[in-house]
């Protein structure tokens, strides 16, 4: 019985069963304040609920993961979830209605923007790992969490560039594993060169490529996590002039995706690299990259 609890449960990504596991403990937490029964919970329950988030503020698609949580958290005991309810449906319709629905995007951290950050980067230990994870990121199109994934042994340096293999993804919840292309860059913003120069510096030939450096320097033999990157994104953001508040890990992902399709490069060889599943998701870097080119309103006024 154990075993096949532990099999349903790894149908998740690790990322998203943790998600899942804070959402559904701040549930029971407030049913537990409200003296209602979190599992099994009531459409009425979790309808009330969604419409509290919705008062203290929360984003439609925070609530909407929220109802996932507890979805699967009733599909894991085997009780009917609450979320098929049309009153639990119609509530995050009319919050979605009232409330609107668009997602807050972070600022891509584009070419002259990524130039810009690892300038800041000083010539240091830490700065050369943060060096060759921010243009690793970027020159990947990287989620942070494949980023701190990698280890030595997934990256294969050629005349040409990199080599990456990612294990697992967002999109390969299977882990069949891709094989990505990084290219060389310049002399100033070479993710391969960067790499090279951090794993050299830090001695480090197997395991992580990239780790936590203590105080004193050494380096660690653990991985980086995925919300350090973030904070590492959004330091050099900072340090180069920009607003950190606007960017993320996922900056670099996107500014690797606006930035090639700014130069006109195909679609489908941007999802070689970004490994989408959808021409649609892609799309929408393309139209926001060309915005404003041949714009119908250009030398009217």
């Known amino acids: 019985m154990a075993a096949a609890v532990a099999y349903a449960k790894a149908e998740k990504a690790p990322a998203t069963r943790k998600a899942y596991e804070t959402d559904f403990r701040l549930f029971r937490a407030w049913c537990g304040a409200k003296g209602a029964s979190a599992l099994p919970a009531s459409p009425e329950t979790l309808a009330a609920y969604l419409a509290h988030g919705a008062a203290e503020g929360a984003m439609v698609s925070t609530l909407s993961r929220r109802v996932a949580a507890v979805r699967y958290a009733h599909k894991l005991a085997s009780l009917p979830p609450p979320s098929d309810s049309e009153a639990v449906k119609a509530t995050l319709r009319g919050i979605r209605r009232t409330n609107g629905a668009a997602k807050v995007k972070k600022a891509p951290a584009v070419v002259t923007r990524i130039k810009a950050m690892v300038a800041m980067c000083p010539d240091t230990l830490t700065g050369k790992r943060d060096r060759a994870l921010l243009l690793l990121g970027f020159g990947g199109a990287f989620r942070r969490s494949e980023l701190v994934a990698l280890d030595v042994e997934h990256l294969e340096e050629t005349a040409e560039g990199l080599r990456a293999f990612i294990a697992r993804s967002k999109t390969d919840q299977e882990a069949e594993g891709a094989t990505i292309a990084v290219a060389r860059g310049s002399s100033v913003a070479c993710p391969v060169a960067a790499v090279r120069d951090w794993l050299d510096a830090a001695g480090i030939n197997s395991g992580p490529v990239f780790r936590p450096i203590n105080k004193a320097g050494a380096v660690s033999t653990a991985r980086l996590t995925d919300r350090s990157v973030a904070n590492i ?66 030398g009217l006024l």
Do not use: C, N, P, W
């Open 233 to 298: 994104v959004k330091a050099y953001a900072g340090l180069a002039g920009l607003d950190e508040k606007q960017f993320s890990g996922h900056s670099l992902r996107r500014g690797f995706l606006t930035s090639a399709a700014a130069a006109g490069k195909s679609i489908f060889r941007m999802m070689d690299v970004s490994r989408h599943k959808s021409v649609d998701t892609l799309r929408g870097y393309v139209q926001e990259a060309e915005l404003f080119k041949d714009h119908a309103g250009a």
